[in-house]
């Protein structure tokens, strides 16, 4: 009997915390503001999830500078393995590193924004989700200040040890943004504590926002398959950028793709509609979700009653019957 709930214990401690393991390309930035600290949208940034995740999920983000593929994979400073000296007040002790969690399944398609120094609020806020400071820059009660002078941000899962440093990372996507030799930069150290330099990842899936802008989005077509969407993004005559203008996050009327699964065998109709859609398959489980990615609407009917809905772009995931394939669908509620 102690064996049997040793085991349920296991299995039920295991899938509480399970999460969604990600590759290179899975989240692309799509949008980032750097623009001054007394702007309210000024350092932030937009990621797009074109995978979906599961509740738990874990993702770290950090303007440090990346090192190279070993631990501690990026620069640090006072608080979590640098001494006090020879650090001053500028560089990299703007620099920081925060974690958002899943607080509940996240659709493909789904934009997240992480604002990262707000004024009268010590850490950081997220739209979807919560977000926590892993490590603090020095002396600052913001969780990174991205400066105006030009650097990058990094996703990537891994793992962090009790002081804070990374012992093993997954990097997922990064974004390079208006640095004065408008390149990455090589050899870059632990301890070096200049925040616009940073190594190449080398995921493929690195953003490079160049030619001295401090703020921009991706104002392409996000109704494109993966890979495309992918190319599209890399791709910076795709971008709306500006020095005095910052943008608002996430991006409006539009939600992302259609298309991120081999959807071919599964209609949705009529689409666009105002009351009911329906589905051709037999369905297991349809969920509906909102902009922000919250779940606003769950069957588990061939038809699926839209009337309570606002008028909008929302993501169906379809889950079916016959071949326990889930897929993801872009409805419009007239």
Known sequence: ????????????????????TLAPGDIMFIGLNADSAGNPLADEFNVLFLEPVTLNTEIYFTDMGYTGNSAPYFQQNVNNGCSSSPITASGAVSDGMVKWTATSDVAAGTQLVIRVRITGVIGATCNIGSVSVVVNPQNENYAMSLSGGGEAVHAFQGAINSNNQVTSATMLASILYDDASDAWDANVTTCQFSSSDTEDPATGFEVEYVNHFDNGYYSGDLTLSKTALQTAILDMTNWTRSNTTTYEFPISGTLGNSTFSNDSEVIMYPNPSNNYVFFTKNIEKITVYDSLGRAVIETHQNKCNIKSL????????????EDNNTIVKRLIKE
Not at 1 to 20: V, W
Not at 310 to 321: D, E
């Open 1 to 20: 009997m102690k064996k049997l709930l040793l085991i349920l214990c296991t299995f039920y401690l295991t899938n509480l915390t399970a999460q969604t």
């Open 310 to 321: 606002k008028p909008g772009i929302y993501l169906v995931k379809i889950k079916t019957l």
